[in-house]
């Protein structure tokens, strides 16, 4: 069984809606890397088990992926952040390269931490 | 019945997660304004019938939101943008005040555009 990275993402972003069994099964083979041996081994349930409690799991975070589309709306948005972290940056320069305003270099560096914050 | 407001918001959120005629009723009722009796006449159901789904439709969303807390995420990105818009037109003032470097300018108004386009 191949391993969708994308599902780590998804299950940041929607895994409250899966429920307890199926959350602990995906997040461990996901995020701590367990193999589908050691997870039917640690939770006492057959590898086949393990496989489709994972398949089910993956549908789920598809499905809602495909309905609700917030893992491409924050992508969206990290990517206009880090355009306004470059542009800040930028004026950063120019401001210390003509004169230096400290008001300026303030305001490009709360513009930094806001949007780094958000990013987070 | 009294709208709760707040409905109309979570229903962009996660209106695609509703039946399509929970879907329905509850733009009506929301974003529509039709009262209780002319969703009724509208979709020939009772107007009991038009509460309960109503009422349904609300306890998905607000559960959704408990579990995923999108809107909540989004306001705070919201309200990071109008602090960024915010120091970007600052900058933009100073500069204008002080010499005025054109690829200062540019770059503010870069920001103001890209965290506008996010906000939208």
Chains 1, 2 share one sequence.
Do not use: W
């Not at 602990?24 to 393990?50: K, P």
């Not at 800040?88 to 305003?101: P, V």
């Amino acid at each position: 069984m191949a391993k969708n990275l994308e599902i780590s993402v998804l299950l940041d972003f929607y895994g409250e809606m899966l429920t307890e069994k199926q959350r602990d099964v995906v997040e461990l083979y996901y995020n701590e890397d367990l193999s589908l041996a050691e997870i039917a081994a640690h939770s006492h349930i057959t590898r086949q088990g393990v496989r489709d409690s994972i398949k089910r799991a993956e549908a789920v975070l598809l499905d809602l992926e495909e309905r609700l589309g917030l893992v491409r709306k924050f992508r969206e948005i990290q990517d206009g952040l880090d355009q306004i972290i470059k542009d800040a940056q930028e004026i950063g320069r120019f401001n210390q390269r003509y004169g230096g305003s400290r008001e300026i270099t303030r305001r490009v560096e709360e513009i930094i931490q806001v949007a780094g914050s958000i990013n987070e």
